[in-house]
């Protein structure tokens, strides 16, 4: 298993030991890795794969890879009202808790939305992703996956508000990824990476 390869405590595993519940949302099964060394920190981990599931792509869109996200933000929900990621009871809301967007990424990489026609819903097939210019004028592309991240980050925040989780909630937003060159001249569109 992924969490094997890891050698140190993760924060989970720190949380947990102190008696707190934990939870996390990721895109693919191999994010076991954060149940760090003992394989259980994570009490409620929710990974429902993005690339590849029955031969389908979800990243070749921007609007598939935003419900591959919502699925997640609506675990983060069920999470903050003190449930499982899929509603069954799970005694309070983790003490830590977080998940992974994909939308701004896939947004910023895709050369051509929907490419291959694979992603049902897409409104936005065969449009680039990536910015207009230099100073980071985001594509409609790329400007959907920011609003609909945007969106999702406001439904967490309104649901740690009427649980009364946002004054003692630290809420932290962050990229894991650096991408390619903003500047559309400097560098080329590519087909998103796994």
């Known amino acids: 298993m992924p969490h094997n390869a890891i050698r ?3 924060v989970f595993e720190v949380v947990k ?3 707190g519940r934990t939870a996390w949302a990721d895109k693919h099964p191999a994010y076991d890795l954060v149940n760090g060394p003992s394989g259980k920190g994570v009490d409620d981990i929710f990974t429902p794969e993005i690339t590849n ?8 869109s921007v609007d598939c890879t935003i419900a591959n996200d919502e699925l997640k933000v609506k675990a983060i929900i069920n999470q903050i009202n003190g449930l499982k990621h899929d509603g069954s009871p ?3 809301a983790p003490a830590v808790f977080g998940m992974n967007f994909q939308a701004v990424s896939v947004g910023q990489k895709l050369a051509s939305d929907n490419s291959d026609g694979s992603c049902p819903q897409s409104t936005h097939t065969g449009k680039p992703g990536g910015y207009v ?5 985001p594509t409609e592309v790329l400007a959907f996956g920011l609003q609909k991240t945007d ?12 649980r009364g989780l946002y ?4 809420f932290i ?4 990824h650096g991408q390619s060159t903003i500047n559309p001249v400097k560098g080329q569109q590519a087909r998103p990476f796994r």
């Open 8 to 10: 140190t405590n993760t």
């Open 17 to 19: 030991s102190r008696g």
């Open 53 to 60: 599931v029955g031969g389908f792509d979800a990243t070749v």
């Open 90 to 92: 799970a005694g309070g």
């Open 133 to 137: 210019d230099g100073a980071g004028t």
């Open 151 to 162: 969106e999702a980050l406001g439904d967490m925040i309104q649901a740690l508000k009427q």
């Open 167 to 170: 004054e003692s909630t630290l």
């Open 173 to 176: 937003v962050s990229a894991k």
